[in-house]
């Protein structure tokens, strides 16, 4: 983690997270799911690999919310195309010193929304009964 990097980022970060309208609403409050899912794709890149990471959040599966707008902001933060992570991540090279840089450069994307995301407050679920 680069923290000068992560502190350039989380500006464009909360603005970001502020115009996704899936994650954010009223351009104040977040889904509470949001902030669990963004600890699991970072620990899944810490822990795993990054390609394997990006690949299972490139589904909503069977969590909560949908996963994916979180990759949708992180494609923003590194100034790539809806849809283009997985590819990038693929393509940044064979040599190992690439491959750090590269996941150096989501690690710090993800980390900077995981904190832009405790800047808004959190959308309280209704109970059903």
Do not use: W
């Amino acid at each position: 983690m680069d923290k000068k990097k992560v502190d350039e980022l989380l500006p464009k970060a909360y603005e970001v997270i502020q115009k996704n309208e899936i994650i954010c609403t009223d351009g104040r409050y977040v889904k509470g799911e949001f902030r669990s899912q963004i600890s699991t794709l970072g620990a899944a890149i810490i822990n795993g690999s990054t390609l394997a990471a990006v690949a299972f959040f490139s589904r909503k599966g069977q969590a909560a919310v949908d996963r994916t707008q979180l990759l949708r902001c992180v494609e923003k933060l590194l100034g790539l195309s809806d849809g283009s992570i997985f590819a990038h991540i693929r393509d940044c090279g064979q040599s190992a010193q690439s491959r750090q840089e590269c996941r150096e450069e989501v690690l710090n994307a993800v980390i900077a929304l995981k904190l832009a995301l405790n800047l808004f407050d959190l959308k309280e679920k209704k109970n059903n009964g």
